[in-house]
């Protein structure tokens, strides 16, 4: 019966945990048979399998099947074993929190609730063999004389039945069933007519009382796991608990919620619609259901529904009809009939960067769009890139640099901090594939490594909202979940991608992308949106390739993560192939500056946590700063007494500016101190700039040309920025200035548009700035025409690049807006502009 349920495969190790721990006779068990489950999903090669079997003891077996030879004379089964299931989890319950010792049940139960959670068991008189034969001996009579005609070992169980669970079950032997439900029982156990097995029925005739317990229980549980992000467990749960409740609209609530978190727009708008009808006069469904609407592209009545329910509440609540009118005016900008060839966006970067607009909980914050692009298939291991895939990206124009490619919503998208939670999205993505017939089609297309042809078109697929899988959603069968477990696997490690602060997600067109360490287009994501440009100018046919890993390591780190964290290939970009046949000298001279640093690298660790501390510190004085010069200024009101222009008759203007300017250069100051690096000792910079000059050389000497020059320094960019780190922490303008004329040309290079250019440009024009202001700020100083305004001319460089990558239309004060932003973060990329609280792993408490 177990191997019926569409559960997930953990429900069925945990029971044979709970059967090897709580189904104890006095002989023990040997052998544990599930005859409906699958023999792939209990083999030693699966992962149930193994965990099945260290949860139970060596002298266990678990089998799929009733074996022939080894069967007794007559065997004993205990039926229906969910039911089995459900009275475990009540007795459990109750015997934890009313503490009944009387019934044997609930002692046994409670041992292994204290063996499971490591508390030792307290030892207790009413335990002993003889109080058991005693509580239950009335029970044990009365269900003898019941089971006249039965064998010994027939009567045996019905005892041991007995002091299992208890004096309020029911039991229904042979004799109790007719013929008919005899051989209905045989065959959902999966036992033939003619086995020589008694079926023993086992039901708790006091179930019902703790139905509503159970219910209540469930839905808690549910509703925590759904607060803590793990939106992907909903579906199932919340269908459960609406199969015994169907009017619970918390539970639609939290059913349609989590559907539209994971884009399951069509499958939003069903629970939506039915949670209207339990509570057709409430905002929140029909919000709901609008939203679903506009995922459904079903633009014109979301927007009726958007502005139906903004004028109803438009005198009750100020800020709900703000929203209201904002869902208006996103389902405007969302409301483009996508047109391939011709890439747009539907909002303006500059106003994501300037601050005012902030990212939409439900909303796609950008409609799909596809540029001039199209999706073919690879001829094997070509050059030019690398994965583990059969398809590239290519451009079916000239295009120039900084051109939009796509725009593009993600299949799944979550927070990983560890790697386990990378299981969390390939379990979103069977999720999504077993409910929706569109997310069905969109992992087909992934996990399809047939030749394209000519009516093939994938890029009209994946911007047809219409596109779904003929057959509908993939299947539920057990044996099917577990193909669609190892396929899910396989697109999440092949296609993941790493947009920065642990967010991770799967993006169709990007998952069918090659990867170069010489990548021809770059990325960048608000919240879960991906912004693809190209990093170079490309002729009709070149292929559009990421950087799917850090590309600035050495060329051995760079194979070893294509290999154990890609899925597994070789990039044959023109970089990796000069790498791959680099001189004597130069390899010599390369390994010698890795060892060096590697020598060095727990000293190097040590500065950078310190360094991480001390910002953290000297952020936490300034907030506090900032929070004190703020309630100074409003002391003397928090009564709220007297009119407006009252209170501040009396206010000093000019005194309030010279207290702000204090305040300002007290900030400045705090940013501006040295920092007190205990592990930081300033001859480290010399002696690391020697071994990098010394690897500068041999590249001099191998006669490289200039962009082969640039391919080997970008290999060792990690050493340089090391030494720049120690650099700026000493003060040392000479050397900063040294290192970034040597890596930044590699970058603009190698990486152009990357987030990584932005932060080393923006720290060129600081570090020039500040050799500027120390030549001219000294008495006596002479004008230097060559340094003449320097700075001004590196800032301009700086703009240029920052159009590169986020769109030439920004103005100027968005433009800063973004080298202000730049400046101010310390992660690796754009995702520090919005916190994506919807995504799967993301506790939606504060949202």
């Known amino acids: 019966q177990v191997g019926r349920l569409k559960h997930s495969s953990i429900v069925l190790a945990f029971l044979v945990k709970s059967l090897s721990h709580l189904m104890q006779s006095p002989a023990g068990i040997t052998a544990i048979f599930l005859p409906r489950v699958p023999a792939k999903l ?5 992962a149930l399998g193994r965990v099945c079997r260290r949860a139970l003891p060596s002298s266990v077996c678990l089998q799929c099947t009733w074996p022939a030879t080894a069967r007794p004379a007559c065997s004993i089964a205990v039926a229906s074993a969910t039911l089995v299931a459900g009275v475990v989890g009540r007795r459990l319950r109750k015997s934890l929190t009313t503490q009944d010792k ?5 002692r046994k139960l409670r041992r292994f609730a204290q063996a499971m959670a490591g508390v030792p ?4 008189g009413s335990d002993s063999p003889d109080s058991l034969e005693q509580n239950s001996d009335d029970v044990e009579s009365q269900e003898l004389e019941a089971a006249d005609g039965l064998g010994d070992a027939e009567r045996s169980e019905i005892i041991r039945i007995r002091s299992k669970f208890g004096d309020d079950v029911k039991i229904r032997t042979k004799a109790d069933r007719s013929a008919e439900e005899e051989a209905s029982l045989r065959v959902a156990m999966g036992v033939d007519e003619s086995d020589e097995i008694e079926l023993i029925e086992v039901d708790n005739q006091g179930a019902a009382d703790d139905l509503e317990e159970k219910y209540k229980t469930d839905k808690n549980a549910a509703m925590y796991v759904a607060a803590n992000g793990d939106i992907h467990l909903m579906e199932n749960a919340c269908l459960a608990l609406l199969k015994q409740k169907p009017d619970d609209t918390e539970v639609w609530k939290v059913l349609t919620n989590s559907r539209l978190r994971l884009n ?105 769009s596809f540029g001039p692009i199209k999706v073919m298939s690879t001829e094997g291991e070509e050059d030019g890139g690398g994965h583990s895939h059969r398809r590239k990206v290519v451009v079916t124009r000239d295009v120039e640099e900084g051109e939009l490619l796509f725009v593009q919503n993600p299949l799944v998208f979550g927070k990983v901090v560890q790697p386990e ?7 979103a993505l069977v999720t999504k594939s077993i409910t929706s017939a569109q997310a069905a089609a969109l992992t ?41 477990l190892g396929a899910c696997g396989k697109i999440i490690d092949r296609c993941k991608f790493t947009t920065g602060r642990d967010w991770v997600g799967v993006w169709p067109l990007i998952g069918m992308s090659r990867h170069s360490c010489r990548p021809s287009a770059h990325h960048l994501c608000f919240g879960d949106a991906m912004i693809a440009r190209a990093s170079r100018k490309m002729r009709t046919g070149d292929e559009v390739t990421f950087a799917f890993w850090d590309i600035m390591q050495p060329i051995d780190t760079r194979r070893e993560a294509f290999m ?102 007290k900030m400045n100051a705090e940013l501006e101190e040295p920092y007190n690096i205990e592990a930081l000792d300033p001859r480290l910079v010399e002696e690391w700039r020697s071994v990098l000059r010394d690897l500068e050389k041999a590249i001099a000497e191998a006669g490289f040309s200039e962009e082969e020059e640039n391919f080997v320094i970008a290999s060792h960019t990690q050493f340089y920025s090391n030494v720049l780190l120690v650099a700026k922490l000493c003060r040392d303008l000479k050397t900063q200035r040294e290192v970034l004329d040597r890596i930044i040309p590699t ?49 301009e460089n700086l703009r240029e690049y920052v159009r590169l990558r986020y769109g030439k239309e920004l103005t100027l004060m968005e433009v800063d807006a973004a080298i202000n932003r730049i400046f101010a973060t310390r992660d690796v990329d754009d995702n520090w502009v919005w916190q994506a609280s919807w995504a799967i792993g993301e506790s939606d408490f504060e949202a």
């Open 42 to 46: 209990l083999s030693e090669t699966s």
């Open 121 to 124: 068991p307290v030892a207790s």
């Open 444 to 484: 087909d297309l992934l996990l399809d490594e047939s030749p394209l042809d000519e009516y093939n078109d994938v890029l009209a697929k994946l911007s047809d909202p219409s596109y779904r899988r003929k057959a509908g959603p993939w299947s539920t069968d057990p044996e099917a979940m577990n193909k669609h």
């Open 264 to 368: 399951l727009y069509e499958n939003a708008l069903d629970a939506a619609r039915q949670w209207i009808v339990h509570d057709p006069y409430a905002i929140e469904p029909r919000n709901a259901e609008a939203l679903a609407l506009v995922g459904c592209h079903q633009f014109g009545e979301a927007r009726s529904r958007f502005s139906q329910l903004a004028t109803e509440i438009q005198d009750l609540d100020e800020d709900m009809t703000e929203e209201l009118r904002e869902c208006v005016r996103r389902t405007d900008e969302l409301w483009v009939e996508p047109e391939i060839g011709l890439s747009r966006l539907s909002a303006r970067p500059g106003e994501i960067l300037t601050g005012t607009r902030a990212p939409h909980f439900f909303l796609p914050n950008f409609a799909d």
């Open 747 to 795: 970058i603009n290079a190698v990486a152009p548009g990357s987030f990584f250019q932005m932060t080393m440009l923006a720290l060129d024009w600081e570090v020039t700035a500040s050799i500027e202001n120390e030549q001219f700020g000294q008495p006596g100083t002479a004008w230097k025409p060559e340094f003449a305004n320097v700075a001004a001319k590196q800032k």
């Open 564 to 665: 154990d964290k890609l899925g597994g290939f070789w990039c044959r970009c023109p970089r990796c192939v000069v790498e791959d046949s680099l001189p004597k000298g130069v390899r010599a001279a390369s390994l010698e500056v890795q060892n060096k640093f590697e020598q060095e690298g727990t000293r190097m660790k040590a500065i950078n946590t310190e360094v991480y501390l001390e910002q953290e510190r000297r952020v936490s004085r300034m907030r506090k700063m900032k929070e004190a010069a703020r309630l100074s200024q409003i002391q003397g009101y928090s009564e709220g007494l007297g009119s407006f222009g009252d209170k501040f008759k009396d206010v000093d203007v000019e005194q309030l500016q010279i207290e702000a300017a204090e305040c300002s250069r």
């Open 421 to 427: 939670h990378l299981e969390r999205l390939s379990d």
């Open 102 to 106: 009387t019934r044997p049940l609930g």
